[in-house]
Nanobody, 121 residues
Framework: QVQLVESGGGLVQAGGSLRLSCVAS????????MAWHRQAPGKQRELVAS???????NYADSVKGRFTISRDNAKNTVYLEMNSLKSEDTGVYYC???????????????WGKGTLVIASS
């Protein structure tokens, strides 16, 4: 099993910045894609940003230019740098990793418990 621990969420004023971190641990053979999703009450969960094992990134249009996803493979950690935060960015942010737990196993998705981000106007 793979465990994900997120940190860095909190309350920030609009226009401010936060940096989310997510550390993966457990029975990890390899990690493929790492990503951040978010969900607000009454809204569907959405993909915010993702990064492949090779470093290729993808962003939701709403955060492009403001958020940056990065990873440290040696530490099994993914980051989300959030700048120029807007009230619309408020929600629970979930870390997701696609990982193999053995050399002959398939890639499975694992989710963190989420960390709350509130950007107030």
């Amino acid at each position: 099993q793979v465990q994900l621990v997120e940190s860095g969420g909190g309350l920030v004023q609009a226009g401010g910045s936060l940096r989310l971190s997510c550390v993966a641990s457990g029975s990890i053979f390899s990690i493929n894609r790492m990503a951040w999703h978010r969900q607000a009450p009454g809204k569907q969960r959405e993909l915010v940003a993702s990064i492949t094992s090779g470093g290729s990134t993808n962003y939701a249009d709403s955060v492009k230019g403001r958020f940056t996803i990065s990873r440290d493979n040696a530490k099994n950690t993914v980051y989300l740098e959030m700048n120029s935060l807007k009230s619309e960015d408020t929600g629970v942010y979930y870390c997701t990793v696609g990982a193999k737990t053995s050399w002959n196993g398939g890639v499975r998705d694992y989710w963190g418990k989420g960390t709350l981000v509130i950007a107030s106007s």
